[in-house]
């Protein structure tokens, strides 16, 4: 290490010591805006993997008269209508899906919750078939098709719009937490560029004689640069720590009462941290820079 | 070594009310020269300094330093030019928290000399300003005509070729300040050209070097081996 980069970076902790308060204020801000940043990332990948793995999963319930809503589908209508879906080009696979079949899903489902299945007649849950499509955006070709009055169909329903139900709400969430990342980073960017400009205040006699015996202008700043810098720097290592902590904890316990879906774990954790690395020195980078901008022009 | 060539200098005070600072200012000191400029307050002394190591730039006319056009200097070779004048405050602008010797090595720290050649040349020039024993003294231990040694010695370790002081005398009591100018002409007999702004009457009576009075904005008076006043 030469004797310069020795002294920006000494004067770089110089100016974090003298201003420890500060120093801390910095970081805390930076963690909390980055740990929500890296919060709703960390969203948006658990979303797409739910997303990825239902899209191949989902189903369209074409639901059978019972006789409640209307006359009671014949065997021989029955018949025709697997043969009718079998044919169509856009299905791949057709389950037939009893009363007792539903009843016994419907139990497995619910099993903690006993007031619920009490509440439930086994004949209550209409029959079905269940139709695996090539491509699950191509719902509306069997909805039109087999929608009533085909004969014996009470309901066509399309199993992604509970998916999509899902993903908006996840969407809002995701959306809020960037949101309030996004304006707890400009809080944490104006915050650095004060704690900079103060701490260039501070030492207005030591760089006034610098400019005078002919450092350079990085000279000059980039210990104040650096300073933000590390500051930021620190900030994103403890909400990545945070978000290492936590997250694969939440998730794995989560995992346990939610079958339905896969969780992301410690891989996408630690794949969020140089993200948020780059952030959080990004951010007081470029607030510091601007900060000393005018400050200390030559 | 320094010339100016009609240079004007305003400020502005407010939305039309200006200060003429100089005005039309012809100057021109050769190498090696030991110049006094004098002048009441608000004649144009500080100014006059500041325009040479380009904190400020003139509004018309061509100063010239260390053959470098200060018009036409882009700002990021500045500090070159600045690392060839060395520059002495009436107020020492020592770093209280640094000791001596730290506060002239500050000087060759931050133009990023190497480490071997500031334990070389902080040594001599603290032994050419007679402060070899206060090296770990802090500033407020020493008393101001040791103070304004240090900065002498601040200002030269580069081996600048432009000295300028601004009122280097200005916080100094006669004997000390005698001191600080036989020091400055030991400095100046190396080939350094030394610039002065003062107030001083005794210093520039004594010493009979170069007078450059400045009134109002004008040169009104530019003599070799001059006095500070007509008359006294």
């Known amino acids: 290490m030469t004797a310069r980069w020795t002294y920006v970076i000494r004067e770089a902790f110089v100016g974090l010591r003298r201003n420890l308060m500060m120093t801390v204020a910095v970081i805390l801000s930076v963690t909390v805006s980055l740990t929500l940043l890296g919060a709703s990332l960390l969203l948006s990948e658990q979303v797409d993997l739910a997303t990825d793995d239902w899209t191949g999963r989902v189903e369209v319930s074409i639901y059978l008269c019972d006789d409640r809503v209307c006359p009671a589908i014949t065997p021989e209508q029955q018949e025709q209508l697997r043969e009718d879906l079998e044919s169509q080009e856009v299905v791949s696979e057709v389950f037939y899906e009893s009363k007792q079949d539903a009843y016994d899903r419907f139990t497995a489902m619910f099993a903690d919750q006993e007031s619920l299945i009490d509440a439930i007649d086994a004949d209550i849950l209409p029959a079905s078939f269940r139709v695996r499509l090539e491509n699950p955006n191509l719902f509306n070709v069997i909805a039109d098709q087999f929608s009533p009055p085909y004969p014996g169909v009470e309901e066509v329903v399309d199993q992604r719009e509970v998916l999509n139900q899902f993903l908006r709400f996840t969407n809002v969430v995701r959306t809020a937490a960037l949101v309030v990342a996004a304006i707890q980073l400009v809080a944490a960017g104006v915050l650095i560029a004060n704690t900079i400009r103060v701490a260039a205040f501070a030492r207005r006699e030591q760089t006034g004689i610098m400019r005078l015996v002919g450092a350079s202008n990085w000279y000059i700043r980039l210990p104040f640069v650096l300073e933000g810098v590390f500051a930021g720097l620190i900030g994103a290592l403890v909400s990545w720590g945070l978000l290492w902590g936590t997250v694969p904890r939440v998730a794995t316990s989560l995992a346990q009462d939610i079958e339905l879906m896969p969780f992301i774990g410690e891989a996408q954790v630690i794949a969020v941290g140089p993200w948020l690395l780059l952030a959080g020195t990004g951010i007081a980078a470029v607030a510091s820079i601007l900060a000393l901008r005018r400050f200390l022009d030559i | ?232």
């Open chain 2, 1 to 232: 070594m320094i010339k100016l060539q009609n240079v004007t200098k305003t400020y502005k005070r407010g939305a039309d009310d200006e200060v003429v600072a100089l005005d039309d200012v012809t100057v021109e000191v050769t190498k090696g020269e030991f110049v006094f400029v004098v002048g009441p307050s608000g004649s144009g002394k500080s100014t006059f300094m500041k325009l040479l190591t380009r904190e400020q730039l003139p509004d018309g006319g061509e100063i010239w330093v260390a053959g470098k056009n200060l018009a036409t200097l882009r700002s990021w070779k500045v500090p070159v030019l600045r690392r060839e004048i060395g520059y002495v405050f009436q107020d020492f602008k020592l770093l209280e928290n640094k000791t001596v010797y730290e506060n002239v090595a500050f000087a060759l720290e931050v133009i990023g000399r190497p480490r071997r050649e500031i334990e070389k040349r902080v040594p001599e020039g603290l032994d050419l300003v007679g402060l070899s024993e206060k090296s770990r003294a802090h500033p407020h231990e020493l008393s101001g005509g040791q103070q304004q040694r240090v900065s002498v010695a601040r200002a030269f370790v580069n081996n600048p070729r432009i000295l300028l002081c601004d009122e280097p005398t200005g916080n100094l009591d006669p004997s000390t300040s005698v001191g600080v100018m036989k020091l400055l002409d030991r400095i100046n007999r190396t080939g350094a050209t030394v610039v002065m702004a003062t107030h001083d009457q005794h210093i520039v009576d004594s010493m009979r070097r170069r007078v450059i009075e400045l009134e109002d904005g004008h040169v009104v008076r530019d003599q070799s081996r001059g006095v500070y006043g007509y008359g006294g």
